[in-house]
């Protein structure tokens, strides 16, 4: 296919789950949010939104599980039914999944994201309501212990969303650094799809302290080394 046609075709796509956004909405009510992102466009990907679970609008960012699936590219899987948290501490359950065009390239996303603290409040007037709680307590929608629910940053900026991975993945300051937690940050910031975004590498550096040179250096040698330890396939071997 032409290169026009699968722009064509993505257009197409996008304009026609738009209503799909605003029905999905609609049938789970206030406490859900629909979002449509084109990853054409990453720092405005937002092109539909129904709900404010997360408080964007159209033409807002995508948050780092965006920049996880565009660092993927076509290899980039759904992720279903997982926990998140807003940086104001709201839980929110979501869905993300990629939208691909005929050629099988991956080129934007639908996301539905769920008040999860909402919900659980509600589960709890209601077992309030119903009358004292057996010997086991009142139901629960998940345990109580288990791994920690990672802060998702969700906003209209995608330079909010770049600080704010920058210093999720910065244990310390930058001076205090070796040579290879250095190349680490770098990596780890690659690999979470950072630099694919338009000016990241600036602001990045700006963040850091940096010069926008030493920042180029850095993410130029910590992809070499990755392709260093990537084993290669030869003749005969499984792809």
Not at 232 to 239: I, K, L, N, V
């Amino acid at each position: 296919m032409a290169e026009q046609d699968i722009e064509a075709q993505r257009d197409a796509i996008l304009a026609a789950l738009v209503p799909v956004v605003d029905g999905i909405a609609a049938t789970f009510g206030p406490v859900c949010e629909v979002v449509l992102h084109d990853y054409r466009r990453p720092e405005r990907s937002v092109v539909a939104v129904a709900g404010s679970v997360t408080g964007r609008g159209v033409g807002g960012a995508m948050s780092e599980i965006g920049m996880r699936v565009l660092a993927r590219g076509d290899e980039a899987a759904d992720e279903l039914n997982y926990l998140t948290r807003t940086g104001s501490g709201h839980l929110v359950k979501s869905s993300t999944m990629v939208l691909r065009d005929a050629t099988g390239t991956v080129f934007g996303a639908l996301c539905v994201n769920v008040d999860a603290g909402a919900v659980r409040q509600a589960q709890t007037l209601l077992s309030a309501l119903a009358g004292p709680a057996g010997p086991a307590g009142p139901p629960s929608l998940g345990p109580a212990v288990g791994p920690a629910i990672p802060v998702t940053t969700f906003d209209n900026d995608i330079d909010t969303v770049v600080d704010a991975l920058v210093d999720a993945h910065q244990d310390t300051t930058w001076a205090a650094l070796d040579r290879p937690g250095r190349l680490a940050l770098f990596r780890n910031l690659d690999e979470r799809g950072v630099f694919a975004v338009r000016r990241a590498i600036e602001q990045v550096a700006a963040r850091l302290g940096i010069s926008r040179a030493s920042a180029y250096s850095y993410l130029s040698q910590a992809r070499a080394a990755v392709a260093t330890t990537t084993p290669s396939t030869t003749e005969g071997d499984p792809a």
